[in-house]
């Protein structure tokens, strides 16, 4: 008979907890004490509900000494257990504070708290005065160097950061507090930070910027999160008849330049609800702000699958000039898919995390970017995936037109949208995405690259896409629409092409169809087995604000 299964630390982030009453525990204390003979001073940045603050109560319970938590575990035969050091814990993860009055009365809280488990009271008025005293007294009172351990440091800021005003304030406060570290190096033994963001050291870090970051340390690759070999022996037999190749695809694929990690999170709820693929770690948390980013950025979103970025990029994060790329990657929407040097500076190329984050992002960037409920958004999808999925392209072409023709138009009051291909392109993607579609924006080809490539079930869609303005000379939407409903069904050509693959095209009155056929896009799909290819030239009108005219060819 198999013994019962451990019980699984659903929420759990206390390490006494989970090791005294038997809960499941993926060892990663030899991140620990890797740090503790590397270095003193420490940041990790991580997606939230990634395992840090678990991680950050080990190392309280570490350097306390308390020796029987770590029997069995990687540290143990490695460690002074004679040494207990005095730990001061800040924790901004609970509660939302909306200005510098709150911000100040909660680190006047937290530091009280820490004054009653040491036994200790400072006398200084000033919040950054009382953080320093206490480190100070903490050395005196038990005659080994102090451990500042803190959990959410950003939090605060993050809370407010759509009020950018605010937000600034928020970060001198705490710029403030987290200052008085510098002058105390001789009273420390080790500090460690942890947050979602890491920002700029000229903002928030100029006081500590002694911190040695971590986030983008292969050696501390997997300090948060489990890797494969966690899954397959710590949760084996929870997971056991698992799909491994499905269960990867959804919850794995965080990279930090070094083996790709799951989110915890994902993994132990996946396990508590008997293996439902659902999208546990999205729904914990709105990327709101994010999206509203974007949309007011007017951002290209097929951009997302590849885009490149600077080791500056993704290092700091600055109130006043938000990168979304920035927000992305730490927020754990993008992840590092590769590395390159091309010219002498490392770049960082990102890709979406997995099924779950890419699903789940691009049904919140659907509802942004037509303004419809997501009950709304559900009928539209439904309406796409079906043609699809099933090689119906004049029923495809409808869909795409009922689709915007639902978008309302005060989206586009006070706006350029519609004026861009990018904006048609987005709203395709985000939908196309949301219905787990493979997608190659820009398609790059010999002959340059066409907008989005679609892939789903059977079928690969090579799409161009057009946006004609009223001013342009001859233009008429009307007679477009007119001229492409009489040429097929829902303003499409039907039929498969009157010259052999790679022969040179007859001229097509869709501007969008004739630069597929002209630069032979779709050549490097042609004769691929059980694969049915179709090129589709999708013009919108800027004043319609509607697909207007499509046209098409089945290739094989």
């Not at 509660?95 to 004054?115: F, K």
């Not at 102090?146 to 605060?156: A, H, I, N, Q, S």
């Not at 770690?281 to 999206?291: K, N, R, Y």
């Not at 690969?460 to 409903?485: D, F």
Request: charged share 25%; proline share 5%.
């Amino acid at each position: 008979m198999s013994p019962p299964l451990k019980k699984l630390p659903i929420g759990i982030q206390t390490f006494r907890e989970i090791i005294t009453e038997g809960y499941t525990y993926v060892d990663k204390t030899s991140h620990a004490l890797a740090m503790a003979e590397a270095g003193k001073y420490y940041f990790l940045s991580r997606p939230r509900r990634f395992g840090k603050s678990l991680f950050l109560d080990t190392l309280k319970e570490l350097f306390e000494g308390s020796e029987e938590l770590f029997r069995g575990l990687a540290i143990h035969d490695h460690w002074d257990w004679t040494r207990h050091h005095p730990v001061i814990r800040l924790d901004f993860a609970g509660g939302v504070v909306q200005s510098r009055a709150e911000l100040d009365q909660a680190i006047r809280e937290l530091l009280a708290l820490n004054e009653r488990r040491l036994g200790l009271a400072c006398e200084a008025k000033s919040l950054a005065g009382c953080f320093a005293e206490l480190i100070i007294r903490a050395h005196e009172a038990s005659g080994e160097r102090v451990v500042v351990l803190v959990d959410e440091y950003d939090k605060p800021i993050l809370d407010n950061i759509d009020e950018p005003a605010r937000a600034a304030e928020l970060r001198e406060g705490l710029k403030n507090l987290y200052s008085a570290m510098k002058a105390q190096d001789a009273h420390l033994q080790f500090v460690f930070m942890t947050g979602v963001t890491k920002f700029s050291k000229v903002s928030l870090f100029s006081g500590i910027n002694q911190l040695k970051d971590l986030t983008l340390s292969s050696r501390f690759a997997t300090v948060c999160g489990y890797t494969q070999t966690d899954l397959e022996t710590t949760f084996g037999a929870h997971l056991a008849g698992v799909d491994w190749d499905q269960l990867k695809r959804w919850y794995n694929g965080y990279g930090f330049l070094g083996e790709p990690v799951y989110n915890p999170f994902d993994i132990l709820l996946f396990i508590s609800e008997d293996q439902q693929y659902r999208n546990y770690w999205f729904e914990t948390g709105s990327p709101s702000f994010l999206i509203k980013l974007l949309k007011r950025r007017r951002a290209f979103l097929p951009d997302l699958e590849g885009v490149e970025a600077s080791e500056e990029i993704l290092d700091s994060f600055d109130i006043e000039r938000i990168d979304p790329v920035t927000l992305l990657f730490q927020a754990g929407y993008l992840t590092i898919d590769y590395t390159r040097n091309p010219f002498g500076q490392l770049l960082f190329v990102l890709r979406v995390p997995n099924q779950e984050v890419r699903q789940a992002l691009a049904n919140q960037l659907a509802d942004a970017y037509t303004g419809r409920l997501p009950s709304e958004r559900l009928t539209w999808q439904k309406g796409l995936y079906a043609p699809l999925s099933q090689g119906d392209v004049p029923a495809l072409i409808a869909a795409i037109r009922r689709l915007f023709a639902g978008i309302p138009w005060q989206n586009f009051r006070n706006n350029d949208l519609p004026e861009a291909e990018g904006y048609y392109a987005s709203v395709l993607y985000a939908f196309f995405a949301s219905l787990n579609a493979e997608i190659i924006p820009e398609d790059v080809s010999n002959h340059g690259q066409v907008d989005l490539t679609v892939k789903l079930a059977d079928y690969i869609y090579v799409i161009e896409i057009k946006v004609r303005q009223r001013t342009s000379p001859g233009w008429s939407a009307s007679a477009a629409r007119e001229q492409t409903l009489q040429e097929g069904e829902s303003g499409t050509r039907t039929g498969a092409p009157t010259t052999p693959p790679g022969s040179p095209s007859p001229p097509a009155t869709n501007p969008a169809l004739a630069q597929i056929r002209a630069r032979d896009y779709s050549a490097k799909y042609r004769g691929l087995p059980g694969r049915g290819l179709f090129e589709l030239g999708l013009v919108f009108d800027s004043q319609d604000r509607n697909l207007v005219q499509a046209d098409w060819q089945a290739l094989c």
